[in-house]
């Protein structure tokens, strides 16, 4: 399975900022995704990062809250934008090789906004 | 779109007992159902995962079932241990839907020595 990583681990923001979250994998990967999963809640997908193009948002989401790159088939970025103490979960990604196969997720990044 | 319920939401077993976990969906068209674990402070894990055209699948302990004509799936846990303690999320996907996983509410495990 691949190796994924997320910068920052955790993060405290003042509202009303915005926050960069990094995923990174130690292999080429097809699929990448965004989750969030709000304080003791199941896991609710954001968005399918595509490489080279825009992302693909699920309903209740949007880039202008959420904007999303993908510059290669091993790094994403999500950002929360104008956040506000709503926005306090985890965030997660998660990576696969195609739609059949497994997907495996990240560590997550725990933000809490004051 | 696809709707997973799982039940219970908490489940308390003693040590060496079996857990069972229960998750109906709603999207016949599904034909991926992952079972990932979750432990505080971490990312789901991935422990079993099982595809429409096989009825059961086991890995040491963990064995997972799945009825496609009552559209349910089940996690089954044996000789519980300590370390089994955490929360376990089911999910639905289908192929023509790029992966996307569809997750349960989680279910709470404690398994006391």
């Known amino acids: 399975s691949a190796v994924i990583s997320q910068k920052p681990s955790r993060d405290i923001c003042q509202r009303g900022t915005s926050l960069t979250i990094q995923c990174q994998v130690d292999?080429?990967?097809?699929?990448m995704f965004w989750y969030r999963q709000q304080p003791g809640q199941s896991l609710t997908l954001i968005a399918t990062?595509?490489?080279?193009?825009?992302?693909?948002?699920e309903s209740g989401f949007v880039i202008d809250k959420f904007p999303i790159s993908r510059p290669n088939l091993t790094f994403s970025t999500l950002t929360v934008s104008n956040m506000s103490p709503e926005d306090s979960s985890i965030y997660l990604c998660?990576?696969?090789?195609?739609?059949?196969?497994?997907?495996?997720f990240g560590p997550g990044t725990r933000l809490t906004v004051l | 779109g696809e709707n997973v319920e799982q039940h219970p939401s908490t489940l308390s077993v003693q040590e060496g007992d079996s857990a069972v976990i229960k998750c109906t969906y709603s999207?016949?068209?599904?034909?991926?159902f992952p079972w990932y674990k979750q432990e505080l402070g971490k990312g789901p894990q991935l422990i079993i995962d099982?595809?429409?055209?096989?009825g059961e699948k086991k890995d040491q302990r963990i064995a997972v079932t799945l009825n496609k004509t009552a559209k349910h799936f089940s996690l089954h846990i044996t000789e519980t241990q300590p370390e089994d303690s955490a929360v376990y999320f089911c999910?639905?996907?289908?192929?023509?839907?790029?992966?996307?996983?569809?997750f349960g509410a989680g279910t709470q495990v404690v398994v006391t020595p």
């Open positions: 998660s990576v696969g090789m195609d739609p059949r196969d497994t997907q495996y």
């Open positions: 292999s080429q990967v097809t699929m």
């Open positions: 990062a595509n490489q080279g193009s825009e992302a693909t948002y």
């Open positions: 999207d016949s068209a599904s034909n991926y």
């Open positions: 099982i595809r429409s055209n096989v």
């Open positions: 999910a639905a996907s289908r192929t023509d839907s790029w992966g996307k996983l569809q």
